[in-house]
């Protein structure tokens, strides 16, 4: 990823634009990137306006229908929206489901980041490309047996095609316009699939990111239930006192050109995604635990792509969900992969958001990658919080890396300035390699 203007490289792609809703207040990614530059820890007691924690949490995760923690990353305004400026009539945006509503503002303003006029986009290939996990309003509408929730537009305010088609109908972008699910991975496989439309000359421009919001209990009581959440409410990465994740809210699309194209065109570059790539875990000790050799396997694939050897990284976004499980196995993982063809005293740091804002699932690969791009972009890498004493699986003598718990500098390097972002998930992972000029 770069903020400076490297030679044009074919096969290289831009970040021209970042649009976000994160915990915290960050209604763009200026104010997020105050919000991990300071340290904050954005994880709050649920609001009254998404469900009643009164009635439903307990420390007892046996309990029949209740829920641990009753504290999460929240966005604000969630269920605000101007259908009008979206040509959308006020009847229709009621049973639109609010995920789809964030994402229509979010990619309006990554556009408008990246110096892009959507109006004058109408028409044209633009590709869509959007992550999402739960859909809780599809729950909420459908879990009325009288069905009088159910209206004419039900099905498309709640179906999971619509987080991206909605955006494609709504701004009249031609290009292909695809919903996934690959769980946590969500949203860097939209960013994966996006760099390969671009390279391919299905499209110019693409959007890529995800979404995720809570308004129902169901999925964090289900959650609770399979032990994955903290009981507390804290997230902890890496910490010896982690004990799960912290359920969280978040949006956020980037605009993407080919770099030539964005060169050509003057664009603002954030950054410039060197390589992409997916695989998957195959059989583990669980559906829902990583595989080392897998992560280790794919970061040496994505740095072949991107013409690099994973130890000329200078930062890597862990994925860090706060489990005593999966954190010493990615931690262990990216040991082993940055070590590669490192140089002697070759500084690197690894990180996660998820200290800050908890894990936003569908969306918590998006918003690695906008912290990476700003980290690149800023020349800086925010604290990691929440670190008090280290996982004692984890053997810091035996890693490459630091985990910073201070606002750092970018350590000293040859050549560009390169990251990367890992995201684990129970069938994919999709790291980005990424650079910025020197």
Known sequence: MTDATPAPDQ???????????????????????????????????????????????????????????????????????????????????DHMDPQQRKLLEVAWEALEDGGQRPGELAGSDVAVFMGAFTLDYKILQFSDLSFDTLAAHTATGTMMTMVSNRISYCFDFRGPSLSLDTACSSSLVAVHLAC????????????????????????????????????????????????????????????????????????????VILGSGVNQDGRTNGITVPSADAQVALVERVCAEAGIVPGQLQYMEAHGTSTPLGDPI?????????????????????????????????????????????????????????????????????LPYEIPTRVTAWPGHRGPARAAVNSPASSRRMPSATSRSA
């Open 11 to 93: 096969g290289r792609v831009a970040i021209i634009g970042i649009g976000c809703r994160l915990p915290g207040g960050a209604s763009d990614h200026r104010s997020f990137w105050r919000n991990l530059l300071d340290g904050k820890d954005c994880i709050t007691p649920t609001p009254a306006d998404r469900y009643d924690i009164r009635t439903l949490a307990s420390r007892d995760k046996e309990k029949r229908g209740r829920l641990t923690g009753g504290r999460g990353g929240y966005i604000d305004g969630f269920d605000e929206f101007d259908p009008a400026f979206f040509g959308i009539s006020p009847r229709e945006a």
């Open 196 to 271: 390969q439309s671009l390279a391919r000359g299905e499209t110019s421009l693409a959007l890529a990111g995800g979404a995720l919001l809570h308004m129902a209990p169901q999925y964090t009581i289900a959650e609770t239930k399979g032990g994955f959440l903290s009981p507390d409410g804290r997230s902890r990465t890496f910490d010896a006192s982690a004990n799960g994740y912290v359920r969280a809210e978040g949006v956020g699309v980037v605009a993407l050109k080919r770099l030539e194209d964005a060169v050509r065109d003057g664009d603002p570059i954030h950054a």
């Open 330 to 398: 990615e931690a262990g993982a990216l040991g082993r992969a940055l070590a590669i063809g490192r140089d002697p005293g070759a500084r690197c740091y690894v990180g996660s958001v998820k200290t800050n804002i908890g894990h936003t699932e569908a969306a918590a690969g998006i918003a690695g990658l906008i912290k990476t791009a700003l980290c690149l972009e800023h020349r800086l890498i925010p604290p990691h919080i929440n670190l008090e004493r280290l996982n004692p699986a984890i053997d810091p003598a035996a």
